[in-house]
Antibody, heavy 118, light 110 residues
Framework: EVQLVESGGGLVQPGGSLRLSCAAS????????MTWVRQAPGKRLEWVAN????????YYVDSVKGRFTISRDNAKNSLYLQMNSLRVEDTAVYYC???????????WGQGTLVTVSS | QTVVTQEPSFSVSPGGTVTLTCGLS?????????PSWYQQTPGQAPRTLIY???TRSSGVPDRFSGSILGNKAALTITGAQADDESDYYC??????????FGGGTKLTVL
């Protein structure tokens, strides 16, 4: 059974940093693209970033470019999201998701809440 | 940046049929956008319903179907049930490794 478990969320002040992790199990992690998706309170889902199987290519939504970095450690079956220069508008539940062939999200974690507030 | 459009809300009677659509600000949606659809209830992670335009994800009832209708992707629910009352999101691949969610449709069954 595929499991994705996010961690690392919490309360941070504007301008601060946070690193999210996603621990994957039940899958051959190194063979899948991975994704971060977020959802601000009461708002729509928003795609944040994709990373290729080997980490060689990374893609971001414009609003986080230069501030967020997606990465992975295939030896540890883990996905990460380093978030710097956080803004109030980055407040959201962050979900990690496993890509499947055909550009869709086949499995989802339960999410971790990031709150950016002074 | 590319905008993906969905109806903000829709209502359907129990047992009825409803079609939700997913459009692209820059033109027509095609199979090359790999439309996928997700169902989300409050406080829960999304559930994958449809991918690659019209393929149902494992365990999804066959009352859910996907298609291209005109210049948009579409999700049709046939024989709507009370527990289909949820938010529905489409996602389109727009190239260069980038994907975009629609604004979501809040479906009411009453």
């Amino acid at each position: 059974e595929v499991q994705l478990v996010e961690s690392g969320g919490g309360l941070v002040q504007p301008g601060g940093s946070l690193r999210l992790s996603c621990a994957a199990s039940g899958l051959t992690f190194s063979t899948y693209w991975m994704t971060w998706v977020r959802q601000a309170p009461g708002k729509r889902l928003e795609w944040v970033a994709n990373i290729r199987e080997d980490g060689s290519d990374k893609y971001y939504v414009d609003s986080v470019k230069g501030r967020f970095t997606i990465s992975r450690d295939n030896a540890k079956n883990s996905l990460y999201l380093q978030m710097n220069s956080l803004r109030v508008e980055d407040t959201a539940v962050y979900y990690c998701a496993r890509h499947s062939s055909g550009w869709y999200f086949g499995y989802w974690g339960q999410g971790t809440l990031v709150t950016v507030s002074s | 940046q590319t905008v993906v459009t969905q109806e903000p809300s829709f209502s359907v009677s129990p047992g009825g049929t409803v079609t939700l659509t997913c459009g692209l600000s820059s033109g027509s949606v095609s199979t090359s956008n790999y439309p996928s659809w997700y169902q989300q209830t409050p406080g829960q992670a999304p559930r994958t319903l449809i991918y690659s335009t019209n393929t149902r994800s494992s365990g999804v009832p066959d009352r859910f179907s996907g298609s291209i209708l005109g210049n948009k992707a579409a999700l049709t629910i046939t024989g709507a049930q009370a527990d289909d009352e949820s938010d529905y999101y489409c996602v389109l691949y727009v190239g260069s490794g980038i994907q975009v969610f629609g604004g979501g449709t809040k479906l009411t069954v009453l």
